[in-house]
């Protein structure tokens, strides 16, 4: 996010607005991205091509997608008019604009879970609130800066590899125990002819507590699956042109806006697939992760006492692992 586009989000109603005097924000926990390299994209998609060379600065990016917990903060915070409407899973169809919101709406059980059913704008919102509130320079990631930090120096498929049985282990994304629930909540429809099913059981349904899968080896959660991430860019139909730098690509007025990473809904994304959605699409699906602009190359993220969220999502991932743990396994039909 730009500098000015920060000033003129705070100043349509954010600056007024603040914690009390003896609170402070759930500062997300960051993971130091070192510079480098990155081939981008793949030529197997006409959206995805040509492949390119990207030069990555170094950056932070947020451990975890943000949360409900964290998002309910800001909201409390500013008083801020999130979207009372938000396409969620209905029938059947599947998918149905509906009453529904961030903090209520049919596929959000968790405090912990990623915050959804909202928009770009208002993920950003929050960014310049939690920019006002710390003074550091969060954003969104660029779509460049998201692909190098999801692939985590891998070049294959997955940044864990090829092997598509072992995606359950890093990502939450429609396996055998969404296709259970598929079938179980949504009129036994067959997700198989709609958006694959891998060849795996994470035994989560729908969408997840965050953290409750292993990390890249850059040590980012969820990167693949769980909900699909906004990102700084707009949507072009390929990457002719695409900035060479990490950069974004940006328009006076951005019809559509690039989000990665699939979600729990599709099978698991290849490492260089893209989405969009409207500017102004709010659905059930689609979350973010924060970024930070370095102040040094070599920063290190200093260590320091767990704060009070980390402790709390420790003990949500715990109670969701035991749950898990007495779910009996699906095996391939």
């Not at 949360?67 to 008083?79: G, I, L, P, Y």
């Not at 915050?115 to 960014?127: G, H, S």
């Not at 958006?195 to 980012?220: H, Q, R, T, W």
Request: proline share 4%; with cysteine; aromatic share 10%.
């Amino acid at each position: 996010m730009s500098t000015k586009r920060l000033t003129f989000l705070i100043l349509m109603g954010l600056a007024g607005h603040t914690l009390a005097t003896n609170e402070k924000p759930f500062e997300p926990d960051m993971v130091s991205i070192k510079a480098g390299q990155l081939t981008m994209g793949s030529d197997k998609w006409a959206s995805t091509s040509p492949e390119h060379t990207v030069s990555i600065k170094a950056f932070k990016m947020g451990k975890y997608e943000v949360t409900v917990k964290e998002f309910a903060q800001f909201v409390k915070a500013t008083n801020y008019a999130a979207p009372r409407q938000c396409v969620q899973m209905a029938g059947n169809p599947w998918f149905a604009d509906m009453a529904g919101s961030w903090n209520a709406n049919t596929l959000s059980h968790s405090r912990f879970e990623p915050v959804t059913c909202i928009r770009t704008k208002d993920a950003e919102a929050y960014i310049a609130w939690m920019a006002k509130e710390t003074g550091k320079k969060y954003r969104l990631p660029t779509e460049a800066e998201w692909e190098y930090a999801h692939r985590a120096g891998s070049t294959r498929k997955y940044p864990f590899g090829n092997n598509e049985e072992l995606a359950c282990r890093y990502g939450n994304i429609a396996d055998r125990s969404a296709e259970a629930a598929f079938k179980r909540d949504y009129d036994g429809l067959d997700s198989k002819s709609h958006v694959g099913v891998a060849p795996c059981d994470d035994k989560s349904d729908y969408a997840s507590i965050v953290g409750m899968y292993e990390p890249n080896a850059f040590g980012l959660y969820d990167t693949l699956g769980n909900v699909a991430e906004f990102v700084q860019d707009c949507k072009k139909p390929n990457y002719t042109g695409a900035p060479a730098d990490g950069s974004a690509v940006v328009e006076a007025k951005c019809a559509q806006r690039v989000n990665r990473g699939g979600s729990w809904h599709w099978e698991g994304w290849a490492s260089y697939r893209r989405s969009e959605m409207p500017e102004d699409f709010v659905g059930s699906l689609e979350g973010f992760r924060v970024a930070l602009d370095m102040d040094g190359s070599a920063e290190a993220a200093a260590k320091s006492a767990l704060s009070a969220f980390a402790i709390e999502l420790a003990a949500e991932q715990q109670k969701e692992r035991e749950k898990r743990s007495k779910r009996a396994h699906i095996p391939e039909s």
